[in-house]
């Protein structure tokens, strides 16, 4: 998602403690629970990342 610099993908729980819990330490961040065949998802995905990039926060999406 490189339009969106602030929108972070995390595709394994593996990874969620260091990238959601370790950043949101340091900066405010929002946990977008992701499905593929959510319409209501696929909408709202380019909002966040709108606004992620006008009030630099970081949107970390998951789907696991």
């Not at 403690?17 to 065949?37: C, G, M, R, T």
């Not at 909408?43 to 006008?54: A, F, H, R, T, W």
Request: charged share 20%.
């Amino acid at each position: 998602m490189n339009e969106f610099p602030f929108v972070i993908d995390i595709q394994d729980s593996a990874h969620f403690e260091q990238q959601v819990i370790e950043l949101s330490k340091q900066q405010p961040v929002l946990v977008d629970f992701w499905a593929d065949w959510c319409q209501p998802c696929k909408v709202l995905i380019p909002l966040l990342g709108k606004v992620s990039n006008e009030v630099n926060i970081h949107v970390l999406r998951t789907w696991f």
